[in-house]
């Protein structure tokens, strides 16, 4: 899967923000568009919505990283994320910060990686993968 040239979905999902909080991406090879090469979901504890955003984007990262996939458009919903790896909003917070330099560390290994903002209804099997680990969870535990 060397220079795989892909399209790859994410999302982030937090009940309670914070609450329960889980990651999903969904990754497709750009010559297939309907049938997924890799559907990932896990739950990732109790945190906000904007990290579980910035967790989904480096889950994902990491995987065509280990999967030698160097080219990718990296579709996400989250207008913040988007906004403050581009540097038009500022970092605020050390924990975001931390997470936005993994990202961008992980982004400057790619050849070619272009993050974009999508609609949330663009975003849907992205965001089923992750609200179904924060369901699954919050059945669990009952919380």
């Known amino acids: 899967m060397v220079d795989e040239n892909v399209v790859v979905y994410i999302d982030g999902a937090s009940c309670g923000n914070p609450g329960p909080a889980a990651v999903g991406f969904v990754v497709y090879t750009k010559d297939n568009l309907k049938e997924p090469l890799v ?8 945190t906000t919505n904007n990290v579980a955003e910035y967790e989904a984007l480096i ?22 994320i988007y906004k403050q790896l ?9 924990h975001i910060k931390q997470l936005a330099e993994r990202a961008r560390r992980l982004l ?21 993968l992750a609200q179904e ?3 699954k969870y919050k059945k669990l535990k009952h919380v």
């Open 133 to 135: 680990i924060v369901r």
């Open 59 to 80: 889950s994902a990262l990491k995987w065509l990283l280990k999967n030698q996939i160097l080219k990718a458009e990296i579709y996400t919903d989250s207008e913040l």
């Open 86 to 94: 581009c540097g038009i909003y500022h970092l605020k917070t050390e």
């Open 39 to 46: 559907r990932f979901s896990r739950y990732i504890g109790v």
């Open 108 to 128: 400057n290994r790619f050849k070619e990686a272009d993050l974009k903002v999508i609609s949330r209804e663009n975003n849907r099997e992205a965001n089923k």
